[in-house]
């Protein structure tokens, strides 16, 4: 596992609140929301960026879409959120391990990542 902070939360190094679990992944709270639902989920496979996947990765990458839709289900969000995946630290990313963010709760303006 990875010494990043979702690695040692994945590990139970760092206690966490899970909000969701299963075999493949975890879902938290992030700790700086950006909407009123803020959720994180994070593979329990130390993947550090999409880009570092690799085919064999190809199920746990549809598993964490499917596990994505479950958390927003299970939050009462499932008719509007946004799913997003930062790679690299431009795009970004602070903590190098993959993750998904859900983030629904209030209206989103429409603009360049509308469609």
């Not at 938290?28 to 329990?44: F, R, S």
Request: charged share 25%.
């Amino acid at each position: 596992m990875s010494d990043t902070i979702f690695g040692k939360i994945v590990s139970g190094e760092i206690p966490s609140e899970f909000i969701y679990e299963d075999e493949h992944c975890i879902a938290i709270n992030d700790v700086n929301p950006q909407a009123p639902v803020h959720v994180l989920v994070i593979p329990k496979r130390d993947i550090p960026r999409l880009v570092d996947a690799e085919m064999d990765d190809r199920d746990l990458l549809g598993h964490l879409l499917l596990a994505a839709g479950n958390v927003a289900r299970q939050l009462g969000v499932d008719e509007a959120f946004r799913l997003i995946i930062n790679n690299g630290s431009d795009a970004g990313q602070t903590v190098f391990h993959l993750h998904l963010h859900i983030i629904a709760g209030r209206k989103f303006a429409e603009g360049h990542m509308a469609g």
